[in-house]
C-alpha cells in the first residue's frame, strides 16, 4: 500500500496564478482532510471531507476550493494564489473507528511569489 | 473554542529524558494524541491515549494525562539524535473525526 500520496512535491506559483494540489489513499478510509502547516502555528483544518460527496469547511477556507472526486481522491483547489497562502499542505485520511489515526501524506510546498 | 498549546522549542543532550507539554481546552475530548514530525515529512502517529486513562506506557515513551488541568505530557526516555522532530500533540474535537493540534514542539538533541 502506498498509503496517502500528495503531487505535487514542490511548486512555485505567481501572484493571481490557479493551480490545484491532488490527493489519493488506497487504504479505502472514508474521511480526508486538507491542512496548511505554518511556522508557530500547527497544522489548521482547510477543508475536510466526511465521506465521499459531501465536504465542509475548517479553520482557515477562505481562497480554496475542494472536491472529492470519489472515494480514493480529495483535491485542493487555489483559484488565485496569494503570498499568504505559502504554506505546506498536508492531506491526510482516516477510517472511522476506535482511536481515529489520521495518516498523513508527504505534503507540497508551495511558495507564491 | 477548541484550543491547544504547546511550547515551540526544547533542547536536550543525548541520554537525557525529554518532557513535551501541552494543555488543551476541550474537556470533551475522547483521545488525545502525540504525532512525530520529521524533517521534510508528513506526520505519523506515535501514541494515543484515551481520555479514561492517566498514563500510558510505550517502550521509552511515557504519556500522562491530567484531566483536571486539561494538561497532557510526553517523556522520551534515554533520548537519542534520532528522535530530534516537531512533535504535535492533537486532541480530537466534538466534530467527527477532525483533530485540533497544537502548535507543535521542535526537539532538538545534542550529542
Known amino acids: 500500500n502506498a498509503g496517502v500520496t500528495q503531487t505535487p512535491k514542490f511548486q512555485v506559483l505567481k501572484t493571481g496564478q490557479s493551480m490545484t494540489l491532488q490527493c489519493a489513499q488506497d487504504?479505502?478510509?472514508?474521511?480526508m482532510y486538507w491542512y496548511r502547516q505554518d511556522p508557530g502555528m500547527g497544522l489548521r483544518l482547510i477543508y475536510y471531507s466526511a465521506s465521499e460527496g459531501t465536504t465542509d469547511k475548517g479553520e482557515v477556507p477562505n481562497g480554496y476550493n475542494v472536491s472529492r472526486l470519489n472515494k480514493r481522491e480529495f483535491s485542493l483547489r487555489l483559484e488565485s494564489a496569494a503570498p499568504s497562502q505559502t504554506s505546506v499542505y498536508f492531506c491526510?485520511?482516516?477510517?472511522?473507528?476506535?482511536?481515529?489515526?489520521?495518516?498523513f501524506g508527504p505534503g507540497t510546498r508551495l511558495t507564491v511569489l | 473554542g477548541e484550543d491547544v498549546e504547546q511550547s515551540l522549542f526544547l533542547s536536550v543532550r543525548e541520554g537525557d529524558s525529554s518532557v513535551i507539554n501541552c494543555t488543551y481546552t476541550?474537556?470533551?475530548?475522547?483521545?488525545l494524541y502525540w504525532y512525530k514530525q520529521e524533517p521534510g515529512a508528513g506526520l505519523q502517529l506515535l501514541t494515543y491515549i484515551f481520555s479514561n486513562m492517566d498514563m500510558k506506557q510505550d517502550q521509552r515513551l511515557t504519556v500522562l494525562l491530567n484531566k483536571k488541568d486539561k494538561h497532557l505530557s510526553l517523556r522520551i526516555a534515554d533520548t537519542q539524535t534520532g528522535d530530534s522532530a516537531i512533535y504535535f500533540c492533537?486532541?480530537?474535537?466534538?466534530?467527527?473525526?477532525?483533530?485540533?493540534f497544537g502548535q507543535g514542539t521542535e526537539l532538538s538533541v545534542k550529542p
Open positions: 487504504m479505502n478510509h472514508n474521511s
Open positions: 476541550d474537556s470533551s475530548s475522547t483521545y
Open positions: 492533537a486532541e480530537r474535537g466534538n466534530q467527527g473525526g477532525k483533530l485540533i
Open positions: 491526510a485520511s482516516h477510517l472511522a473507528g476506535v482511536y481515529n489515526e489520521q495518516f
